[in-house]
């Protein structure tokens, strides 16, 4: 089979023939690939800039969806032919914060042991997963659309934390990549519409008027000249997907009085951000950060069966399917930001 593998030490990543994978333990299940998607994630391990395994070539890609094909003796829920999605985490289940229900802060599990960053991924025809890992499509929901429920299970986990938005609450989404997109139409949905979002990039911009949402959306720079022109130009809640630490401060500056900042992009380890503890007391702030799906799976199936086709339509996210062959090209389309995502199709 062909498969993307990635070395950490070198920073290397091609394009591989390698053995299908067989399945060792009795209850893991091996699935057909359909589809598995780029995260901005994957561009930071790709750069260095995100760990991952350090000691081994590995296979990348923890957003994907597939077809069973085999199951271990030990596997109950599952059959060949079943179509799914895979959730990349899971923690030991032994520690402290898998016992108190927070496996994604697992010191042994967590990101430390998620498919496609510290275990072989869905960039490749097929992958072994655990059973538990393993969550079966309601007939409703597309391969195509499964692609994009590890995605939409973090942003679930984020709607949770940040929770409650309120009716007519001002809201700012900064950063219109996939991850930005995916919020604007949750939010569409739950009926929010006093919303702007900024992103520098203007092809975005124009990708995002094709969901048709009638958001306000602006660059960076209108954004500073609303602020400035109006002291009062101000959000109850702001959500960054950008990642971007100069957009985090600015957010910061942007805040109402009681009002809420969802750290949701992943910003590079070394990014840093100045904030005026006298502004957090004052305005009796909230800084929440989301860290990836903990048990939210299932609540992003019932996302993406409630958005359907009106909003998980790759032509209107801005999403663009690519072979694994063209995995450079892919790449440098989400670096200029022609596309909001790209997603391999095998």
Known sequence: MEALRYTAKTKKLELAKTEVPKITSPDSILVKVAYSGICGTDLHIIQGEFPCNPDRTFTLGHEFSGT???????????????????????????????????????????????????????????????????????DSITLEQAALTEPVSCLAHGWDIVSPIHVGDKILVTGA???????????????????????????????????????????????????????????????????????????????????????????????????????????????????????????????LEAMGDRYMNYNLLGIRTFALSQYQEAIECLKKGTIAKAVFKL
């Not at 032919?81 to 496996?103: A, I, L, Q, T």
């Not at 139409?185 to 975005?204: D, F, I, K, M, Y």
Request: aromatic fraction near 8%; glycine fraction near 10%; include cysteine.
């Open 68 to 138: 069973v094909v085999e199951v271990g003796p030990k596997v109950t829920n599952f059959k060949a032919g079943d179509r799914v999605s895979v959730d990349p985490n899971s923690g030991c289940k032994c520690c402290k914060f898998c016992h108190s229900g927070k496996p994604h802060f697992c010191k042994v599990g967590g990101i430390n042991n998620t498919i496609g960053i510290y275990r072989d991924g869905g960039w490749a025809n097929y992958v072994v997963c655990p059973e538990e890992q393993v969550h079966k499509l309601p």
């Open 177 to 303: 990549g996939i991850i930005g997109n995916l919020w604007v139409c949750a939010l569409h949905l739950q009926g929010h519409r006093n919303v702007t979002v900024s992103e520098p990039n203007a092809s975005r911009l124009e990708m995002l008027k094709k969901l048709n949402t009638g958001y306000n959306l602006i660059t960076p720079d209108q954004l500073k000249r609303n602020q400035a022109a109006d002291p009062n130009y101000l959000f109850d809640v702001v959500i960054d997907c950008s990642g971007f630490p100069p957009a985090v401060e600015h957010a910061v500056s942007l805040l109402n009085s009681g009002g809420k900042l969802c750290i949701f992009g992943v910003a590079p380890p070394h990014g840093k951000i100045t904030i005026a503890p006298f502004d957090i007391y004052m305005k009796e702030m909230k800084i929440f950060g989301v860290n990836i799906n903990p048990f939210s799976f299932p609540k992003s199936l019932g996302l």
